[in-house]
């Protein structure tokens, strides 16, 4: 391997096949490497603002607010609060004498103009140097209007997104067990993880509810306040998005007793397990049966329209990088399904566990990295040929000035990559993607070509 890499991050880059596996992570980033991660308040903002009726409020600079605006284009069934940015917009005098009074005026006038259900209340930065007491204002404003105002501990300094995902999940555990569970059924499940993009928690449901089984809450794709707060009544937590709310599953679990179970919803092996292992849980023969011919039924419409991609692919080289490791899996399986090769493969959150999970699903001479930054994604790509590039974002600018195919995983898509319908969805961007005649023009392709 070629690759550019700092001295103190080779320890963060394996090549299978090299050496034996071995790959340090789960560490905060190395100073000056300019990390693709993001923060401890983008990682709990990510994943409570799907929370369609609650109002979000950022104590923080206007910037904060700014960054994490529609981050991540969730879509809502009902109301759009989650869509409007809010934000105390902390000045110098504030961080002077204090930024409370500015905090409780502001959520007096969020909360008798918009009246919504919840209140979320985001420490930033500047917020944890100044000492601004979030708890204490928002008993006072939870006491006065009657809804619950719930302090998300996020200051950015404090960790990576990993720690940011844990303050989200500790303020949702402050919802839950709330609400009244008269009328759930024993077959039921929490959705956790799934963040509605594209309406993906929509298509999903729908997959539950022909299996026969309630879906309580989607926490938090579409999610609603009074949902999440009776979520302790379902009998399972059906967890996507493993990096990012299995800290909550395993709170619920511990106090409520609702076992959870690990799935993924992209690519065809990956969602009929899925539905194959909830169907095992709930130990119902004709819970069974259904689950059976939805599988067979889409895997069979599936299969032939996905062979004329499969058939132009074969052989093309893929790379990805994303946030949480557990969607690689799927996605490696996924370009596996139509005849392509992953070259490269990483995560900002991946566990030595989820690493070595990859290792033993990909080829020899991948590369796999935790928490990589454009120079060394830069030079991973160039070395190794790459065809298309799957990430997020902050990924997508690296592709482009390569030259190279790029498809968008993460906050920002519109097409709906998840469900059997979403691996179609997903050749189809593909093909569309790397077979674009766009890329002959390209300064790496006119010099391979004149190179040969």
């Known amino acids: 391997m070629e690759a550019l890499a700092l001295k103190d991050r080779e320890n963060q880059i394996f090549v299978k096949g090299e050496s034996t596996f071995d790959i340090v992570c789960n560490k905060d980033s190395l100073a000056g490497a300019v990390s693709q991660r993001a923060c401890v308040f983008c990682g709990s903002r990510v994943v409570l603002y799907p929370i369609a009726d609650a109002v979000h409020l950022v104590h923080g600079p206007i910037g904060c607010a700014v960054y994490t605006w529609d981050i991540r284009g969730a879509l809502s069934s009902g109301p759009e609060l989650h869509r409007l940015s809010f934000s105390t917009d902390l000045q110098e005098t504030d961080v002077i004498f204090g930024g409370e009074k500015k905090l409780t005026a502001a959520l007096r006038e969020?909360?008798?103009?918009?009246?919504?259900?919840a209140a979320f209340v985001y420490s930033t930065c500047i917020v944890g140097i100044i000492g601004d007491d979030l708890e204490a204002v928002c008993r006072t404003i939870e006491a006065e209007y009657k809804i619950p105002v719930i302090p998300v501990k996020?200051?950015?300094?404090?960790?990576?997104?990993?720690?940011?995902?844990?303050?989200?999940?500790?303020?949702?555990?402050?919802?839950?067990?709330?609400?009244?569970?008269?009328?759930?059924?024993?077959?039921?499940?929490?959705?956790?993880?799934?963040?509605?993009?594209?309406?993906?928690?929509?298509?999903?449901?729908?997959?539950?509810?022909?299996?026969?089984?309630?879906?309580?809450?989607?926490i938090t794709g579409d999610g609603r306040v009074a949902d999440i707060q009776r979520a302790h009544g379902a009998a399972l937590n059906v967890v996507q998005c493993s990096g990012s709310t299995m800290q909550l599953a395993n709170m619920m679990e511990e106090k409520y007793g609702i076992p959870s179970i690990r799935v993924s919803y992209f690519g065809i092996e990956d969602m009929a397990e899925a539905l194959y292992d909830i169907a095992r849980f709930f130990k119902d023969p004709e819970m069974m049966e259904r689950t059976k011919k939805i599988v067979e039924g889409e895997v069979k419409t599936l299969a032939v329209a996905l062979e004329p991609y499969?058939?132009?692919?074969?052989?093309?080289?893929?790379?990805?990088?994303?946030g949480g490791?557990?969607?690689?899996?799927?996605?490696?399986?996924?370009?596996?399904?139509?005849?392509?090769q992953v070259v490269m493969v990483g995560s900002q959150t991946g566990t030595k566990e989820d690493y070595e999970e990859l290792a033993a699903i990909t080829d020899p001479g991948t590369i796999i990295v935790d928490d990589s930054n454009?120079?060394?994604?830069?030079?991973?790509?160039?070395?190794?040929?790459?065809?298309?590039?799957?990430?997020?974002?902050?990924?997508?600018?690296?592709?482009?000035?390569?030259?190279?195919?790029f498809c968008d995983h993460n906050h920002e898509r519109k097409e709906a990559l998840a469900g059997f319908e979403g691996m179609l969805n997903f050749a189809r961007e593909v093909y569309s993607s790397v077979m674009s005649p766009v890329w002959q023009f390209v300064p790496r392709k006119k010099s391979a070509e004149h190179s040969g």
């Open 154 to 218: 996020s200051e950015g300094f404090k960790g990576n997104k990993r720690a940011g995902y844990q303050a989200a999940c500790d303020a949702l555990f402050r919802l839950i067990g709330n609400g009244d569970t008269t009328g759930i059924s024993k077959y039921s499940l929490n959705i956790l993880g799934d963040f509605n993009l594209a309406g993906e928690i929509w298509m999903i449901r729908e997959y539950y509810e022909r299996m026969g089984i309630q879906v309580v809450a989607n």
């Open 310 to 322: 499969r058939k132009a692919l074969a052989g093309k080289k893929a790379a990805i990088y994303v």
């Open 325 to 340: 490791s557990f969607k690689a899996f799927s996605l490696v399986k996924a370009f596996r399904l139509i005849d392509m």
């Open 110 to 117: 969020l909360i008798e103009r918009h009246e919504p259900k």
């Open 374 to 405: 454009p120079l060394e994604l830069t030079s991973f790509l160039t070395e190794k040929e790459v065809d298309i590039f799957v990430g997020g974002v902050k990924e997508r600018p690296i592709a482009y000035k390569l030259g190279i195919g």
